[in-house]
């Protein structure tokens, strides 16, 4: 497809860039950036590291609107949008502490209020929840976004996009597919899980949070989850899932309730991690070491070969994990958590960006986790991924926790 | 909140320069510590007082310790008087250099970083700053919410692992040289990418449009730059005659 047809033909028709990790999506979608900027016009490129296209210019979410869109005549409309998507309780926040989806959101509006000719969203629409995904298709639709040719990409189960683009375009058709030479694969044959030492429930009794200066997140939570079962913790974006999850594993500090594992208090702000590892959703959150090999050093040394095979980075040991593609680095960030021994994980997003056969292999890797004893909880807006685990389901809602099933044994 | 007009940015420059030149000369820590005092209570109005906090006490109070370590203990002296070593003199000595650094920062921040984006925006206009040099200077200012969100996300990670077994001072210290180091690529890298992508999305165009539109001199008092600069000449004065 050439671009300049794209670019005359699908404005306000958001168009779907079909394909397969590495496959080459992202290189055709830089490629058309450039091609607009030559051809004088503006290309945007979001990649699904969403957080790097926060201009990081000013400090609070109003700002980086204002910076944005504030002499276009759409201000006002891309305002009343951000009311609708509730970016508005936010404008004081900065916004590198928004949730991954509301940056999606912000760093969205943000770009259509530049008026690009052109827009590449690789793999951002993952991260909204099903309402906004499709919030974001309408946008994209609009008179706000009358000069702009959008094309995104997703990735996941097929199943799993409710939104109707305008346009549906196979990846492999185009040049850039070719420079993809060897594709790592993520393959649960290589995952090695080493039970935890002891293993026990986990139950949470009367927990509220609140962040400095804010509405309370979570308001008097009561559960308990077994070991050994699959759950998933859903809710809109924004909600506080990650927020429990961080409070669980110990990142965040417990301000009011009690968390019990195996029946005793645990602390686990004192003790982070020590029962509950968390996988975030952002891998660039996660990683710290200066290669991929150092980055798995505390693994015990089977478990390190097995991280490094399983996330497909074996031939790139010794590269930086900054320098690998985001899809290897959500891999690596995944596989070292995995590979811990512990009594509970919580993964959060854990396919973003990942296509359905490797959504597949996570999907085996979790099943053997619970089969081995651990307690598993996965927060993702993967309705499909969600019913391939068979997963307890869990919703949080306003600050409550609600059994999606009635078998979840969640107490209220 | 301040709510008094604000001096042209001519004036504040000017009153901060001066500010600037008076920390730098003055010798006395009851000089030194009644100005800090002063600013505290100016940042207090301006909300500031708690971003301060945060600040003195992850940089200031860390070189503080430090001066005092090295030049109360160790060296036993000052950088001038070396001959008879006095645990007093270095201790003096180290306690004015800190002071001086907690005064400078407090002060900047009362003049420049209590101002809405916009308006600084504007006020490093009327200073004839304007396309890259621009955008390197605001983005350099929101630097420091930059580091502490990279720190605090390396020391998630680790927890998020188990690999901080503890939250005491020696097992968070232990951290320190990988947060740096990581901190240094990452936050490197990135801003070199994010400054490519200022230019592709045109940022820096609509950064210099926001300062422009930005209401800055209209709303601007004389009355308040001849206070700020009264204010800054008397603090001059005090600083060079050796008072108290």
């Known amino acids: 497809m050439d671009y300049a047809v794209l670019a005359s033909e699908y404005r306000r028709k958001p168009v779907f860039l079909d394909g397969s990790n590495f496959s080459g999506r992202t290189a055709i979608l830089r490629n058309w950036c450039s091609e607009c900027a030559s051809a004088g016009g503006r290309g945007i490129y979001v990649g699904p590291n969403v957080h790097q296209s926060v201009s990081s210019l000013v400090p609070t979410v109003a700002d980086e609107l204002l910076l944005h869109a504030s002499d276009s005549a759409r201000f006002d409309r891309l305002l009343d949008v951000a009311r609708a998507l509730g970016l508005d309780r936010c404008y004081d926040q900065s916004p590198f502490t928004l949730s991954g989806g509301e940056q999606v959101l912000l760093v969205t509006l943000c770009k259509l209020g530049l008026g690009p000719t052109f827009l590449g969203l690789d793999g951002t629409i993952e991260e909204l929840d099903r309402d906004n995904a499709q919030r974001v298709i309408e946008l994209l639709s609009s008179e706000l976004a009358a000069q702009t040719t959008t094309v995104l990409t997703s990735n996941g189960y097929s199943e799993d996009r409710h939104w109707r683009p305008a346009w549906r375009l196979p990846a492999s058709g185009f040049d850039h597919a070719e420079t993809v030479q060897k594709r790592p694969c993520l393959d649960s044959a290589n995952f090695l899980f080493t039970p935890p030492s002891e293993s026990g429930g986990l139950e949470v009794e009367d927990l509220s949070f609140s962040y400095e200066h804010h509405a309370p997140v979570l308001r008097s939570l009561n559960f308990r989850l077994e070991p050994g079962k699959i759950y998933s913790l859903e809710g809109r974006n924004g909600v506080g899932k990650s927020t429990l999850a961080r409070i669980l594993t110990g990142v965040l500090r417990l301000r009011r309730g009690r968390i019990v594992f195996n029946d005793r208090d645990s602390n686990p702000w004192k003790t982070p991690g020590r029962n509950v590892a968390m996988h975030f959703q952002n891998p660039d959150s996660q990683l710290f070491a200066d290669s991929v090999e150092r980055e798995l050093v505390d693994l015990p040394m089977p478990a390190r070969r097995a991280a490094a095979a399983f996330a497909g980075t074996n031939s790139q040991l010794t590269e930086h994990p900054f320098d690998l593609p985001f899809v290897l680095r959500k891999r690596l960030a995944l596989s070292a958590v995995a590979h811990l021994s512990k009594p509970w994980f919580i993964f959060d997003e854990p396919t973003l960006g990942q296509d359905a056969l490797a959504s597949d292999e996570i999907v085996k890797m979790l099943r053997r986790m619970a089969e081995g004893g651990s307690g598993v909880v996965v927060i993702s807006h993967s309705a499909e991924f969600i019913r391939r685990l068979n997963a307890k389901r869990m919703r949080l809602e306003d600050g409550q926790l609600h059994n999606v099933e009635p078998s979840a044994q969640i107490t209220q | ?244």
């Open chain 2, 1 to 244: 909140m301040w709510t008094s007009p604000p001096p042209p940015p001519i004036f504040r420059g000017l009153a901060t320069l001066l500010a600037f030149f008076g920390i730098v000369i003055a010798h006395s820590v009851i000089l030194l510590g009644a100005a800090l005092l002063g600013v505290l209570v100016t940042l207090s109005v301006q909300g500031r007082l708690r971003a301060f906090a945060r600040f003195a006490g992850a940089v200031i109070l860390p070189v503080g310790l430090g001066l005092m370590i090295i030049w109360g203990l160790v060296r036993q002296g000052t950088p001038d008087d070396m001959a008879e070593p006095s645990i007093r003199a270095g201790v003096l000595y180290a306690t004015i250099v800190t002071l001086r650094l907690a005064l400078l920062g407090a002060v900047f921040q009362a003049a420049f970083l209590a101002l809405p984006t916009p308006k600084l925006v504007n006020l490093l206009h009327s200073f004839r700053i304007r396309g890259r040099g621009l955008a390197v200077i605001v983005s350099t200012l929101n630097l420091w919410p930059d580091f502490r969100r990279h720190v605090e996300n390396i020391v998630a990670a680790r927890c998020a692992r188990g690999l901080m077994p503890d939250r005491r001072l020696i097992t968070r210290l232990r951290q320190l040289p990988l947060a740096v180091r990581t901190l240094f690529i990452s936050a490197l890298g990135q801003g070199l990418e994010r400054a490519d992508s200022w230019e592709a999305s045109g940022l820096i165009e609509r950064l210099n449009t926001l300062g422009a539109r930005a209401n800055g001199a209209s709303d601007c008092s004389p009355i308040a730059g001849a206070a700020w600069l009264a204010m800054a000449a008397l603090w001059v004065i005090a600083a060079t005659s050796g008072w108290p």
